[in-house]
């Protein structure tokens, strides 16, 4: 069955600190892949997208994520989170010819001052 | 900004009220996503159309849900009778269809049934 799995529901760091958040998909074949954000339960933003070539893939505001296909994975890094970072980041997938998005069940991300 | 408008921003039902949202997708995109998003931030898929037409959905949609994309006026997502357990935000996507491509949100209906 296709999913979309994020281990941690609740990540904590500090202001200035280096950030991981993580993604496993199970599909067959290789998906697209979206991380999004979502700020104080309003609509959901797009950070970044993955469809093939370069595995790491450059978003908004210094977010950057990783695919893996050995690995099953779509990691989501930022080098130094600030405090209005802070929202639940959602990992989502879908194939081809599918419209329909996958999306996993979300991290919340807690930025420390 | 979301340029995906969805309306109203909150609703408060009577358990066996009828609840109604409305989307305006992005101008161009002639997909048409709903979402319900749980306290728990799960998100369950309900329906998409492509232009008027219903691409998919799932079987709860089918009970007492119901949606449409008529031309020319907004989509909607009507509840017949609204249950404690539909309580939750919609979310309202637009995209341009193919495969892969981005879901733009709006801001979301968040239905209170008490």
């Known amino acids: 069955a296709q999913s979309v799995t994020q281990p941690d529901a609740r990540v904590t760091v500090s202001e200035g600190a280096s950030l991981q958040l993580r993604c496993k998909y199970s599909?067959?074949?290789?998906?697209?892949l979206f991380w999004y954000v979502q700020y104080q339960r309003q609509g959901l933003q797009l950070l970044l997208k993955?469809?093939?070539?370069?595995?790491v893939v450059q978003g908004v505001n210094g977010f950057e994520a990783e695919f893996s296909k050995s690995d099953s994975s779509f990691h989501l890094r930022k080098a130094s989170v600030h405090w209005s970072d802070s929202a639940v980041y959602f990992c989502a997938a879908s194939i081809y010819n599918n419209n329909r998005i996958f999306f996993g069940d979300g991290t919340q991300l807690v930025v420390k001052p | 900004n979301s340029k995906v408008i969805q309306t109203p921003r909150y609703l408060v039902k009577g358990q066996g009220q009828k609840a109604k949202m409305r989307c305006i997708p992005e101008?161009?995109?002639?997909?048409v996503f709903w979402y319900q998003q749980n306290k728990n931030n799960e998100f369950k898929f309900l329906i998409n159309?492509?232009?008027?037409?219903?691409?998919?959905q799932i079987d709860m949609t089918e009970k007492r849900f119901s949606a449409e994309c008529p031309s020319n006026s907004p989509c909607s997502l009507e509840i017949q009778s609204s249950e404690a357990g539909d309580s939750a935000l919609y979310l309202c996507?637009?995209?341009?269809?193919?495969?892969?491509?981005?879901?733009?949100f709006g801001e979301g209906s968040r239905l209170i049934v008490v």
């Open positions: 159309f492509q232009n008027q037409e219903v691409l998919q």
């Open positions: 996507a637009s995209s341009l269809g193919n495969s892969g491509n981005t879901l733009y």
């Open positions: 599909y067959s074949g290789t998906p697209y």
């Open positions: 101008k161009g995109h002639p997909v």
């Open positions: 993955y469809y093939s070539g370069d595995p």
